[in-house]
């Protein structure tokens, strides 16, 4: 059965993806592993403990430490996509697994980096291009996300209006919702919010400060759109961004 599965397999991978990879991927480090994914069961059954530290350093260098004492269960990982590489424990992404679930746990980096170190690491684990892009789509489209807070510095006052409608525009751009907070620089009234976007507020020429925080809903992808991102991926060998850009 297990030799009937790995051939059925071999025909669902496109040509394109047994080559070295893509144009995009030619040429690019994945980084390394340091240490073995080493874990007990926790006393549900479901989760596992991390008794030793694992870290993935990506190609520009960044650590992803998942340290001892982490707890993870693949729950990052969207569930329509298990049928398609296997539970969280199986196969040859548990690595990527393990770092993606710890850093969406975190959530100290911003949700995208989180989803791109889990593409990196299952390259580097030994998956091929076809298999590593249709699990980015599942978890950039499917998969957790959190808010993200930016804080822009000194805007002068006649240009915070247009600063602000840029901001919600890209916001909309991205399908993500977007809340502002308005501040006067130190040196008049300091810190003292100016209220909605800013039209109509005081008429004071200090610069201000914007605290700009991005809201984003993740997909709720099932089994018809898992398969359609497949095709997509098959049909198309897609870059990253586009891959972030797919209906299901």
Request: hydrophobic content about 40%.
């Amino acid at each position: 059965m297990k030799f009937v599965w790995g051939v059925m397999a071999a025909l669902l991978i496109p040509t394109w993806a047994t080559a070295a990879g893509s144009e995009s991927d030619a040429g690019t480090s994945y980084g390394k592993f340091v240490g073995e994914v080493v874990a007990k069961w926790g006393p549900d059954g479901r989760k596992m403990e991390l008794t030793q530290p694992f870290t993935y350093i990506d190609g520009a260098g960044t650590h992803w430490n998942a340290p001892a004492g982490s707890v993870v269960d693949g729950a990052s990982i969207p569930r329509a996509a298990w049928s398609f590489i296997g539970g969280p424990y199986e196969g040859k992404y548990r690595k990527a697994s393990v770092i993606h679930d710890v850093a969406c746990d975190e959530k100290a980096r911003p949700w995208q980096d989180v989803h791109r170190a889990f593409y990196h690491a299952m390259l580097l684990e030994g998956n091929d291009p076809f298999t590593a892009k249709v699990m980015y789509g599942a978890v950039y489209l499917g998969g957790p996300r959190w808010e993200q807070k930016k804080v822009i510095a000194k805007v002068p006052y006649a240009k915070l209006d247009s600063t602000l409608r840029e901001i919600y525009a890209d916001a909309r751009s991205r399908q993500e919702s977007v809340r502002t907070e308005v501040l006067r620089m130190p040196g008049s009234n300091a810190n003292v919010p100016d209220g909605q976007v800013g039209i109509g507020g005081p008429q004071e020429q200090d610069d201000r400060t914007l605290i700009v925080s991005f809201i984003s809903t993740p997909v709720e992808i099932d089994e018809q759109e898992f398969k359609r991102l497949q095709a997509f991926v098959k049909n198309n060998n897609p870059s990253l961004e586009e891959i972030e850009n797919f209906q299901p």
